[in-house]
């Protein structure tokens, strides 16, 4: 039978090969002037202006010729890598190049499909159109005379062809990073000179093909961040000249083949985030060029043998979040070469081998969540390379060595939730690289107020939960500090005012101490603080009013204090504050009525001689006691003196606009009276009413009763875009103002207003022309990179901080697929006028959220505003938008199946398979987070404008989760390891 299908096979690829043969013969006769033709061609497609037809095509820029009989030259080669080309492949050069031995037009952004004739060239032996633009499917394959094929990073879809078993002498093919999708072909076997085959970073299903086997020269193995499914087959262990094999992020079963034990000349083994089961096969272990082996993230359990010594150039060992079990075994500590060792997230027991670290150089050890006892080993930094100690949620005690306080390299330390004790050696806290320092949870004492802090790298602090002593240190030697966390201790004192100039300080928590004294003022000086916890200490004294110059600050915790006076009423007038417990005090008077205190539980405001104005509901007594007749007075005279102050200013501001011509102003025109209002004083002088209603333009969009058209100053020649709606009388006054409002605002320049205008019942918007560079967000978010992505999302969050500040009206555009980006990444918003946007996508609908025209309140309007960048950034995440049919069958919101995939470890189809390769996935994962939380389907619970912004613009700064540190050194390995 097997005899009977190979024989059908070859008879199917007749058909093909004559094909060959007849495109081969015709190629021949290919002659100098078809050259041309078809390089003029390509250049016209790929926008090449420095391609000068004047001058013979030999000499053109990326053109490569050779002389193929006397005085006949012909091209051989075209190479224009990272040129910025743009436009659809033409072919031409594939089919009227006979002479044409290798093409590469890679990291560009050419478009379209890529023409059947590409495979038609029987003289290609090299291409490469990878990081592109392209889509559709592989074209089938016509020539066997390729070596080397790299499609990589694209967009092509539909299934790897059948035919590519034709590529007889392929040496390299790389179509990692598409959409394909579909099992691989039997057929793919039949190249039995490839040495490299990446397939990486699709959507394949089904086996493994055990026809690998027949790729004896096969070196490079990659299919991972796939689908595939079942047990590695057994054949593999024929592939011995293997030296990587990846097969990370797929849905592979059962246990590792002991075959593999085979693949001698392996350097590179890497099986993480599989289904694996079993233990590890002795085999393994004989494989000594080994220089990394990663099995983490998956279910394999059972003891790490000392036969591990064996793998005397091993590297990199990394088992972490499997079932493992036992002592760690002695030889880890006597392998010569062992860089990183993390094995956190198992089940091992007994002590860390106390030779660690004398032999090799250790630069990231992770023992976190085992079972581990007994004593830190002194020796792990011997060779002064550890930059990594991350040892938290064991049962280790003793004390911190003194070896690691000479540790000058170490950069991140997580020692928290052990049993550690007694005072920390004090050249500790004068480590120069250290910006993650966390201790908490243990059992250390000693005065950290007596000890010269000198950490200029430091940004993370955590000693909480132990019994440090004394009062807080006046400066912890580092001006990028962003979190303090002390809470838990035995401190007392003071809280010094030298706090304030912690000016990147994010979160401080120093709770449940036994500190006294009033809360200075300078805190107010840490302008990016969103957390404040004093709680639970001895502070007296009033709350300062100058907290209320925090202005992202989103949670403060005052409770079971000493302070007295009243709340300061200014805290209501702070946007980002969400949570406020001042319980268990002794303040008195009336409950502010605004911001957090309207809606806030009575366990956070109980346990003082608080009183609220409104009706008896949150457990306070009513405010009954009128206000005196001198408080009255004082009031009034209050009032108008801020009447005065502000005609004043009123009169100031006139005065400013009229010499600047930005008054609003009427003016006639063919159509009637026109109120005008311009935003710049050079378009005030510029652009004229006729110039705004002039007949001439060049309308690129239309509704029932509006349109969009491209305007222009006949008396500058500066160009504009105008949006004029008719037939409405609903350019209402609120609406007005809060344009107004907005245009006037120094930082809008997302909304690129220029000017508004109105007559009775008809409005136009001007608006500054979007460069021919501006594109839909839909239309290139698949080619974005990260940076780029984090750059719009940055702007949009600034756009949205400068709209809310300056109007209460829902007026921007927040759909996702209404966003315009430009040419540096930068967004371009769209107002929401009535009736305008009758056409664009139901964005309602696809958020699953309360239309804006019946939100009940201001805050509400805000708090949708920022559900719809919480979409936008699952969507600059995920890649997929809310219309996306991708979310499934399941009537979800975009918002519900980002966050059922977020909740699941194993789930990684919330995140952009094309930013999963090449960013730290931790800041991906704080990224959504925040998504999350910004489209929570509490609108309480969703944070403001300034907090988004301000959280977001610190994301990247923010130490990353250890799990993803981890997986970040992987990548570098299997990146480095690539490069052949």
């Not at 250790?362 to 581990?372: E, I, P, Q, R």
Request: charged share 20%; hydrophobic share 40%.
């Amino acid at each position: 039978m097997e005899r009977v299908g190979a024989r059908e096979r070859r008879e199917s690829f007749l058909p093909l090969q004559l094909l060959v043969v007849i495109l081969t013969s015709l190629g021949l006769g290919a002659s100098r002037a078809d050259e041309l033709r078809a390089l003029t061609a390509f250049r016209a497609a790929a926008a090449l202006p420095d391609w000068n037809s004047s001058a013979p095509f030999c000499s053109w820029g990326g053109i490569t010729c050779r002389e193929v009989a006397a005085g006949s030259f012909r091209v051989t080669r075209i190479d224009l890598p990272g040129r910025n080309l743009t436009g659809k492949l033409a072919a031409e050069i594939f089919t009227n190049l006979s002479f044409l031995e290798s093409v590469d037009l890679s990291n560009n952004s050419l478009v379209g499909d890529i023409p059947a004739a590409v495979f038609s060239c029987a003289s290609l032996r090299h291409l490469n159109m990878s990081s592109n633009n392209l889509t559709g499917p592989v074209p089938p394959v016509a020539v066997t005379g390729l070596e080397t094929l790299d499609l990589a990073n694209n967009a092509l879809t539909g299934e790897i062809p059948v035919s590519v078993g034709l590529f007889a002498k392929l040496k390299y093919i790389d179509i990692g990073g598409n959409l394909l999708s579909g099992k691989v072909p039997e057929t793919l076997a039949n190249m039995t000179s490839l040495e490299v085959l990446i397939l990486a970073g699709n959507q394949l299903v089904g086996r493994v093909p055990s026809g690998l086997r027949r790729m004896k020269k096969l070196r490079f193995l990659y299919l991972g961040y796939n689908y595939f499914s079942g047990e590695i087959p057994g054949e593999i262990g024929e592939l011995s000249s293997l030296s990587h094999l990846d097969l990370v992020f797929n849905n592979l079963t059962g246990s590792i083949p002991w075959s593999v034990g085979n693949l001698t000349n392996l350097k590179y083994l890497f099986l993480y985030q599989n289904r694996f089961t079993g233990s590890i096969p002795e085999s393994l272990y004989g494989l000594n060029k080994l220089v990394s082996l990663d099995l983490s993230d998956n279910s394999l359990s059972g003891g790490v043998p000392e036969l591990l010594a064996q793998l005397e150039e091993l590297e990199i060992l990394q088992l972490f979040s499997n079932k493992f079990s036992g002592k760690i075994p002695t030889a880890v500590a006597r392998l010569p070469r062992l860089r990183v060792l993390q094995l956190w997230d198992n089940k091992f027991t007994g002590e860390i081998p106390g030779e660690l670290g004398k032999r090799s150089n250790l630069t990231v050890l992770d023992l976190s969540t085992n079972f581990l006892t007994e004593a830190i080993p002194e020796h792990l930094c011997r060779k002064s390379q550890l930059s990594k100690l991350i040892l938290f949620s064991n049962s280790l005690r003793g004390e911190i060595p003194k070896g690691l306080s000479r540790c000058r390299t170490l950069s991140r330390v997580r020692l928290e939730n052990n049993s550690l004790s007694g005072e920390v050696p004090g050249e500790f806290w004068k480590l120069p690289l250290v910006y993650y320092l966390d201790v908490s949870g243990n059992k250390l004492s000693g005065l950290i107020s007596e000890v010269k802090w000198d950490m200029p790298s430091l940004m993370v602090a955590k000693l909480g939960r132990n019994k440090f002593s004394g009062g807080l240190p006046e400066s912890f030697g580092s001006e990028v500090i962003q979190t303090v966390d002390l809470s838990g201790n035995d401190l007392s004192g003071a809280i010094p005012g030298s706090f304030g100039n912690l000016s990147k300080l994010v979160q401080l928590r120093l709770g449940d101490n036994k500190l006294s004294g009033s809360i200075p003022g300078q805190l107010s000086f840490c302008s990016e603080l969103v957390y404040l916890d004093l709680s639970r200490n001895q502070l007296s004294g009033q709350i300062p009013p100058s907290i209320s110059a925090l202005e992202v600050l989103s949670e403060l915790d005052l409770s079971e204090n000493e302070l007295s006076g009243e709340i300061p009423p200014s805290l209501c007038e702070m946007d980002s504050l969400v949570k406020v417990n001042v319980s268990h005090n002794h303040l008195h008077g009336s409950l502010p009525q605004g911001g957090p205190f309207l809606a806030i539980e009575a366990s956070a405001v109980g346990g003082n001689d608080l009183c609220d104005p409104r009706p008896k509901t949150n457990g306070l007594r009513r405010c009954t006691n009128p206000k005196s007749r001198t408080q009255w007075w004082i009031f009034v005279f209050g009032a108008v003196i801020a009447l005065l102050l502000m005609v004043l200013v009123f009169s100031l501001v006139v005065f400013i606009r009229r010499r600047n011509g930005l008054e609003p102003r009427r003016v006639e025109s063919e159509d009637g009276l026109w109120e005008v209002q311009f935003f710049d004083a050079e378009s005030s002088k510029s652009i004229t009413i006729d110039d705004i209603l002039s007949r001439e333009h060049s309308v690129v969009a239309r509704g029932a009763n509006w349109s969009s058209y491209k305007g222009k100053s006949k008396k500058s020649g500066r160009e504009f875009m105008v949006t004029h709606w008719s037939g409405l009388s609903s350019f209402s006054t609120i609406l007005w103002t809060a344009l107004t409002e907005l245009g006037r605002a120094r930082n809008q320049q997302a909304v690129k207003m220029i000017g508004i205008c109105r007559s009775e019942i008809d409005g136009c918007l001007i608006l500054h022309e979007c460069g021919d560079g501006s594109r839909k967000l839909c239309e290139i978010l698949h080619s974005m990179g990260w940076s780029d992505r984090m750059k719009l999302a940055r702007g949009l969050a600034k756009a949205l901080q400068a709209v809310h500040s300056c109007t209460n009206v829902p007026i921007i555009d927040l759909c996702p697929e209404m966003i315009t980006v430009d040419d540096d990444s930068e967004p371009y918003l769209h107002i929401l006028l009535p009736g305008v946007h009758d056409s664009k996508p139901d964005h309602d609908q696809a958020l699953n959220s309360p239309s804006r025209t019946a939100l009940s309140s201001v805050a509400e309007s805000k708090r949708e505003d920022v559900y719809s960048f919480g979409i936008i950034l699952i969507v600059l995440v995920s890649g997929r938008f809310p219309s996306d049919s991708k979310l499934g069958p399941s009537q979800k919101t975009i918002a519900e199946w980002a966050r059922d995939g977020f909740s699941d470890p194993c789930n990684l189809a919330w995140m952009d398979r094309r930013m999963a390769e090449t960013v730290v996935r931790g800041e991906l994962e704080d990224v959504m987070k925040l998504g999350l939380r910004c489209a929570a389907k509490d609108p309480a619970e969703r944070p403001s404008a300034a907090e988004v912004y301000k959280m977001l613009d610190s994301i990247e700064q923010l130490v990353v989760d250890l799990y993803l540190e981890a997986r970040k050194d992987s990548w570098e390995h299997v990146k480095h390891s690539s490069a052949f």
